[in-house]
Nanobody, 124 residues
Framework: QVQLVESGGGLVQAGGSLRLSCAASGRTFSTNAMGWFRQAPGKEREFVAGISGNGASTRYRDSVKGRFTISRDNAKNTVNLQMNSLNPEDAAVYYC?????????????????WGQGTQVTVSS
């Protein structure tokens, strides 16, 4: 059974940092792009960051560029999202997802596996 399990969410003050991790099990995703998405209450799910299968390419939504960094360790089948300078607008449930190809895409419909999500709360 394929599983993606996120961890690292929590409550942080504005300006603080969190590091999210996603551990995959059941199969390897070393040739698949991986992505982080988020969904805030009353809002649609949105792409946050993605990384190509070999880790050579990354992509971010404009609002997190320069503050968030996505990385992966294919040997451990994990993907991380380092989030710095957090602000209240970053508060949401964050989801890890595995793409269906090695290319980064922003459409969640192109991701075949999803984690259960981890809550990020930012206090002002």
């Amino acid at each position: 059974q394929v599983q993606l399990v996120e961890s690292g969410g929590g409550l942080v003050q504005a300006g603080g940092s969190l590091r999210l991790s996603c551990a995959a099990s059941g199969r390897t995703f070393s040739t698949n792009a991986m992505g982080w998405f988020r969904q805030a209450p009353g809002k649609e799910r949105e792409f946050v960051a993605g990384i190509s299968g070999n880790g050579a390419s990354t992509r971010y939504r404009d609002s997190v560029k320069g503050r968030f960094t996505i990385s992966r360790d294919n040997a451990k089948n994990t993907v991380n999202l380092q989030m710095n300078s957090l602000n209240p607008e970053d508060a949401a449930v964050y989801y890890c997802a595995a793409g269906t190809s090695r290319y980064i895409v922003t459409d969640g419909g192109e991701y075949g596996y999803w984690g259960q999500g981890t809550q990020v709360t930012v206090s002002s």
